[in-house]
């Protein structure tokens, strides 16, 4: 079957999925509307691709727990910061927790990584004036919005993004490997 074949039947799958949330949503409570943003991959184009936009909204919060409402203001943050807004049960968010697990614990101390779910707190969505999930934004160590982006971002992506920010950071040396023969480095 060739790519594009499989990519159209993944979308048509997941806009499907979705919409069907929507409706038993709307059916569960049907005199408010949706206020769960789409994910970005219900809409092709951006599925694919990812969308961007650089933004200077400053008045965010951060937390370092999954899930949890943001408590901490960001400009009280001394580090740069990337939060992630998605759901769990939103599969391009599902391909990014491992990556958002190991950047929160490889650049423990030079980066804040931070996790919302958006369905769990809805508020938070609307206070980040997201259009989609994933949705990532970047912030420098004074809280100022840098950059946001829309859709599945790999870890690749993410350095590079901070990279080009001036973020600055250092990946954590590993281990030397030992000889196995003499015990030596």
């Not at 694919?48 to 899930?67: I, K, L, Q, W, Y």
Request: aromatic share 6%; net charge negative.
């Amino acid at each position: 079957m060739h790519i594009y074949a499989k990519i159209a039947i993944v979308v048509i799958v997941m806009s499907t999925a979705a919409a069907l949330v929507a409706l038993k949503s709307a059916q569960d409570n049907p005199a408010a509307p949706s206020d769960k943003p789409t994910t970005v991959a219900s809409d092709p184009v951006a599925a694919s691709s990812g969308t961007t936009s650089n933004s200077s909204d400053p008045a965010v919060s951060s937390t370092d727990e999954v899930d949890a409402p943001p408590t901490k203001p960001v400009a009280m943050q001394s580090l740069p910061q990337m939060i992630d807004l998605g759901a769990r049960k939103c599969i391009p968010c599902k391909m990014m927790a491992p990556i958002l697990d190991e950047l929160r614990e490889t650049y423990a101390g030079q980066l804040e990584v931070t996790f919302i779910d958006v369905w769990e707190n809805p508020d938070e969505g609307e206070k980040y004036a997201i259009r989609g999930i994933p949705a990532q934004i970047f912030y420098n160590a004074d809280g100022k919005e840098l950059f946001r982006h829309y859709g599945f971002f790999s870890r690749e992506q993410i350095l590079a993004k901070c990279r080009e920010l001036g973020f600055g950071l250092v990946e954590p040396e590993s281990e030397p490997k030992r000889d196995r023969k003499n015990g030596e480095h």
